[in-house]
């Protein structure tokens, strides 16, 4: 056993061989059978679901948690996950917008990734030196994080200039900037992940942390890689919020669920919660999932408490889906 190990390089771990049976086509399937019934219940309603305005809003909607759930799944599939993204979106809209009053968007852009990096950096470090359960690290994080911001604001703060407002509400076309912005970056993850030395080590790590170890790969250095990238899309999540919002929001993260409803994204995306098995192409239609019940449920004016429970069901059901395609397996 030990020559075989020796013989097996860290390159040649293959994202399809740890992610061929990633069951994400349920999730499309899914995504068709809910377009099929939003469409029938706004023409009993008299909307139209297909109208422009509508999958304009569905666009826009769902590019923040996009973006953001694009880099949960890479935490994820390392066997890790970060809870600390909602209050980091936070952060980084109020760092934004503060920085781009006083010194203007290109330092405001640097400041926050700075920001969201270090961050990552520290959740990366405490799971992997101090040896702490990722839950628990970064549950750590995010509170210090709203520690900062109870601090510190006492509401919507700094300025975002109309140059770069454009970013949340323009369009090219039909299709909004901003998820232009979440194509480019799950496309940017999907590279990584298929085509990538560090892709297939983070497979490899998610799979199996000793058997990955043992063949030569530092799986220390993956997990703090995944976290610095998942805590980068945060960052650019928030930035997306400023724009929309024309200042930081101390609460803009936590308001919309970010946490939760990225690991839910993922999780409805086929991506296993103990890692090595998934992918970005799952996380966009779980994310697509989300946006297009939460534009059924303003159409119905659905109260929150109601939406809750449907999402808590299809999150439910999916996860048991998964489970018994695996037993069958």
């Not at 928030?238 to 101390?250: D, E, Q, S, Y």
């Not at 936590?254 to 296993?272: F, K, N, P, R």
Request: proline content about 3%.
């Amino acid at each position: 056993m030990t020559q075989q190990l020796q013989t097996l390089p860290a390159k040649g771990f293959s994202p399809r061989g740890f992610a061929a049976d990633n069951p994400a086509r349920p999730v499309f399937v899914a995504l068709g059978v809910i377009l099929i019934v939003a469409w029938v219940l706004f023409s009993f309603d008299g909307g139209q679901f297909f109208g422009q305005s509508n999958i304009i809003g569905i666009q826009q909607r769902s590019a923040a948690l996009g973006i953001v759930a694009i880099g949960q799944t890479l935490a994820i599939l390392a066997g890790s996950l970060d809870l600390s993204v909602a209050f980091l979106m936070s952060l980084s809209s109020l760092v934004a917008a503060e920085t781009m009053a006083e010194y203007g968007v290109l330092p405001a852009i640097g400041a926050v990734l700075v920001v969201s990096a270090l961050t990552g950096l520290v959740n990366g470090m405490a799971i992997t030196a101090l040896k702490v359960h990722a839950f628990i690290a970064t549950l750590g994080v995010s509170l210090i994080i709203k520690g900062i911001l109870e601090y510190r604001y006492d509401g919507p703060a700094g300025r975002v200039p109309e140059s770069f407002q454009h970013l949340g509400y323009d369009r090219v076309g039909p299709v909004p900037v901003s998820a232009l912005l979440w194509l480019a970056i799950a496309a940017a993850a999907w590279f990584l992940l298929r085509r990538t030395s560090l892709g297939y080590r983070i497979y490899a790590v998610g799979g199996g942390p000793e058997v990955a170890r043992l063949s030569g790969v530092r799986t220390n250095r993956v997990i703090v890689a995944t976290h610095v990238l998942c805590s980068l899309t945060a960052g650019v999540a928030g930035l997306l919020l400023a724009a929309r919002l024309g200042a930081g929001a101390p609460t803009v993260g936590t308001d919309g669920g970010y946490d939760l409803e990225s690991i839910a994204a993922v999780v409805l995306g086929g991506t296993a919660l103990a890692g090595g098995k998934g992918g970005v192409a799952g996380t966009v239609g779980g994310v697509l999932l989300l946006a297009v019940l939460d534009s059924v449920f303003n159409q119905m004016e659905i109260d929150s408490f109601a939406k809750d429970v449907v999402r808590g069901l299809v999150l439910v059901a999916a996860l048991a889906i998964y489970a018994r395609r695996r037993r069958t397996r």
